[in-house]
Every structure is written in structure tokens, then in C-alpha cells.
């Protein structure tokens, strides 16, 4: 997980806000449902899109 937060940082100004979002708060099959391209992904508890 070091290695990905270190990945985070190098990448955060190439990458769009909602992955980094994802990747910040270490929910990577949110992550990965994004990067598949999936539209319907369920809001969190931090009250995301509903």
C-alpha cells in the first residue's frame, strides 16, 4: 500500500480527482470499477455521488 500512496503522489496531477479521491481513501475496487469505466459506482460514507 506504500508503493500505491507513493504512486498517488508522483501521478496526482495527470490523474482525474475522482480516482485520486478513490485511491486516497484506499477503496480500490471503487478505483478499479472507475478505471473499467463503470457510471454507477455507489456513493461512500464520505456522502460521494448518490
Not at 10 to 29: D, T
Amino acid at each position: 500500500m506504500a508503493e500505491l500512496d507513493l504512486l498517488l503522489e508522483q501521478g496526482r496531477a495527470s490523474l482525474h480527482p475522482q480516482l485520486v479521491h478513490f485511491l486516497e481513501r484506499h477503496s480500490y475496487p471503487k478505483a478499479l470499477s472507475f478505471l473499467g469505466g463503470a457510471s454507477d459506482i455507489p456513493a461512500g460514507s464520505c456522502g460521494g455521488r448518490p
